[in-house]
């Protein structure tokens, strides 16, 4: 089996069998020799901008503040204690992007985001646990973690981030640029830098069943098909004019249990939900894009390559794009595949493609969801 360098040479099935939601894994000098992607001043300059979210975490005389980007102003740098968290910076930067699909052994669909963390002597966001697996990579300076199996996982109350009341330190690893720590989900943590630093944190995304339900009926309201209208002709003369009647909810409760999914409506809407980007994600359109004709060309010579800030996945004949979904036929599905596993395809690919799909590459051309050139 193909062992994976990021993962120290153990192969990713070992990894998912052994270490995957169940136990912590330190690997020293995954990427040797790492050196941050981002300067401190690229980072805030991200930080600034609007679409980019970001936090900046203060713990000034012990107590301990947040405040939601884009950062207007930050603290000196001279400053101790404080720590500025930048999210999605895979959708802004090609290495940062990079990196991210380094974890592509594990399925975009749980894949996140790279978020980077620039933090001066002792900053950090306090003894916590995350519900995600997370994949802590040390980039710049160094940076203490403690660690713990506690179940004690309860937090203090009335602060503005989650701070855990009893953190108990079972183990702790200072960590080196190039260094990784892996934590499962609800694994209580603190890392705190020693000098300035920057952690590189790789999450996954496990939507709540509660938020999968609530999306799923809004996705079905869409897609539900129950003709008739309520009609009563053997309706009685009624004695309590403002109770519901018994036959009324009978018949609606009837007509409502006929209300059906099947695991073709699951595929669907997983794939449409999970496809689409976040609310703060805005596409680069070309402002002079080429036309139909002219784009394929183009793209039979260069190929052509998905936007870091698109998501693409498939399930069978549905393929899923930024939100939207639509099925293609058996030869277009095979190259839609490959442009959604490779992120992108070479032009040579593209003399199969119907009519149909060379549209679709147009539109989402045209879109800034995809470019030319591999
Ligand atoms: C950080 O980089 O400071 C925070 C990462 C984490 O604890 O999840
Ligand atoms: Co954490």
């Given at each position: 089996m193909k062992t994976h360098s990021i993962l120290g040479g153990m192969t990713p099935q070992k990894f998912l069998r052994?270490?995957?939601?169940k136990k912590p894994l330190l690997i020293r000098q995954?990427?040797?020799?790492f050196q941050p992607i981002l300067s401190r001043d690229d980072l805030c300059a991200l930080a600034a901008k609007d679409d980019v979210e970001s936090r900046l975490i203060t713990h000034f005389k012990g107590k301990w503040q947040m405040q939601s980007g884009p950062a207007q102003a930050l603290p000196s740098?001279?400053?101790?204690g404080w720590t500025m968290l930048v999210q999605g910076v895979n959708l802004h930067d090609d290495a940062a992007d990079a990196l991210l699909q380094q974890f592509r052994f594990i399925p975009d669909a749980r894949l996140d985001d790279l978020m980077i963390s620039y933090a001066t002597?002792?900053?950090?966001?306090g003894p916590h646990f995350d519900s995600y697996d997370v994949f802590l990579l040390q980039a710049h300076g160094r940076r203490r973690w403690s660690i713990s199996a506690q179940q004690d996982l309860s937090l203090q109350e009335g602060m503005p981030l989650k701070i855990l009341k009893n953190f108990q330190t079972e183990e702790e690893y200072v960590l080196e640029p190039g260094d990784m720590l892996y934590l499962p989900p609800h694994y209580a943590h603190d890392g705190i830098a020693e000098g300035e630093c920057m952690t590189y944190s790789i999450g996954f995304r496990a939507p709540s069943y509660q938020e999968l339900g609530e999306a799923f009926l809004q996705f079905m309201a869409d897609t539900i098909d129950l003709p008739g209208r309520y009609a009563d002709p053997e309706l009685a003369v009624s004695r309590r004019p403002a109770e519901i009647g018994n036959a009324m909810l009978e018949q609606v409760a009837f007509e409502l249990d006929k209300v059906r999914f099947t695991s073709e409506d699951v595929a669907v809407f997983l794939g449409e939900y999970l496809s689409e980007p976040k609310p703060n994600v805005f596409f680069d359109r070309s402002a002079r894009p080429l036309n139909l004709t002219r784009f394929i060309a183009s793209a039979q010579k260069r190929g052509i390559k998905l936007s870091r800030k698109t998501r693409m996945l498939y399930k069978g004949k549905h393929i899923f794009i930024n939100g939207e979904s639509f099925t293609a036929n058996a030869s277009d599905r095979k190259l839609l595949a490959a442009l959604a596993d490779d992120r992108g395809l070479e032009?040579?690919?593209?003399?199969?493609?119907?009519e149909d799909m060379k549209e679709a590459l147009h539109l989402w051309y045209t879109d800034g969801w995809l470019v030319l050139g591999r």
């Open positions: 052994d270490y995957w939601h995954a990427i040797p020799g740098f001279d400053q101790k002597d002792g900053g950090g966001v032009g040579a690919q593209l003399t199969t493609a119907s």
